[in-house]
């Protein structure tokens, strides 16, 4: 499980991503509550879509609020 309570930093920025999503052990879980610039959100749904991350849970989006047409409401992940 990865849990993220970073402080969004330019060095934190974008760091929930693909490249370190593929250093854990599979599947992965993440939640995130620390803000929504550290995921890289296309990151995230495309290792959801790929089965890698077995789910997130998201206290904090890029863009709030979260639009009805975000791909991040699919209830399958």
Not at 46 to 59: E, P, Q, R, V
Request: glycine share 6%.
């Amino acid at each position: 499980m990865l849990i993220n309570v970073l402080t969004l930093t330019p060095a934190t920025h974008g760091i929930l991503n693909l490249r370190l999503f593929e250093c854990f052990k599979r599947p992965v879980q993440l939640i995130n509550i620390g803000r929504g610039a550290h995921l890289v959100e296309a990151d995230l749904l495309y290792d959801l879509h790929a089965g890698l991350i077995a789910g997130a849970m998201l206290n904090v989006v890029s863009v709030e609020p979260l639009s009805a047409e975000s791909p991040l409401w699919d209830p399958t992940f």
